[in-house]
């Protein structure tokens, strides 16, 4: 069955470097997501991606934010300053077009996330 | 804006004994309701989902929710617990003007033999 995959499992920065976290959807997916979980909080969204641009982000999703994806396979999320309160669960997400069977009520299928942990 | 509500942090069940997990869910217009279930190192994995029609969803696991649009409530339901049902799960909402899934707080489910 195939899978969202995400790269690394665990990443450790110092503050204010720049981490990029990576994610491979499912091939024949066109949505992507990414949400975080800050630990013993809720998970929250991020931003969505469809035809090569954003297409809605909430307000965490500020400057130091941005998504990416780079060829054919990966989506990538990029921080650019860290700082501590980046410190995370990041998930990856994907969910198949339109067109394919539902549009809006497709399932979003996860990835099993990234721990960012900022020093 | 729309928001989740997962009222318990943890539930616990005896193995074959019925589970409910309770979800209630605020929302302008119709509801997109998903559940999803997270075991350790893991991703969220989709459960069910709640669209439109019957008001008792069936999905993954022998796992189903019912959808009350007067109580605004989507509690997933098991006839007989397995232990091997112990895991987080969270409840979503979806509206229709946008892409983002809003989650509850999640509910950790502790299955005992």
């Known amino acids: 069955e195939p899978e969202v995959t995400q790269t690394p499992s665990h990443q450790v920065t110092q503050m204010g470097q720049e981490v990029i976290l990576r994610c491979v959807p499912i091939?024949?997916?066109?949505?992507f997501y990414w949400y975080r979980q800050i630990l013993g909080q809720k998970v929250e969204f991020l931003v969505s991606?469809?035809?090569?641009?954003?297409?809605?982000k909430s307000e965490i999703f500020d400057d130091q934010f941005s998504v990416e994806r780079p060829d054919g396979s990966n989506f990538t999320l990029k921080i650019r300053s860290t700082k501590l309160e980046d410190s995370a669960m990041y998930f990856c997400?994907?969910?198949?077009?339109?067109?394919?069977?539902?549009?809006?009520?497709?399932?979003?299928?996860f990835g099993p996330g990234t721990r960012l942990t900022v020093l | 804006a729309q928001s989740v509500a997962q009222p318990e942090d943890q539930v616990n069940v005896a193995e074959g004994n019925p589970l409910t997990v309770k979800c209630t869910y605020s929302?302008?217009?119709?509801?997109?309701l998903f559940w999803y279930v997270q075991y350790p190192n893991r991703g969220l994995q989709f459960l069910l989902k709640?669209?439109?029609?019957?008001?008792l969803v069936k999905g993954s696991y022998g796992f189903e929710a019912e959808f009350n649009k007067s109580q605004t409530s989507f509690h997933l339901k098991k006839p007989s617990a397995l232990v091997s049902d112990s895991a987080l799960y969270f409840c979503?909402?979806?509206?229709?003007?946008?892409?983002?899934?809003?989650f509850g707080g999640g509910t950790r489910l502790m299955v005992k033999p």
């Open positions: 997400a994907s969910s198949p077009s339109e067109s394919t069977s539902g549009g809006y009520y497709n399932e979003q299928f």
């Open positions: 091939s024949n997916h066109l949505y």
């Open positions: 991606f469809y035809n090569n641009e954003i297409s809605e």
């Open positions: 929302v302008s217009g119709n509801p997109y």
């Open positions: 709640y669209i439109t029609g019957d008001n």
């Open positions: 979503a909402v979806r509206d229709l003007s946008g892409n983002m899934l809003t």
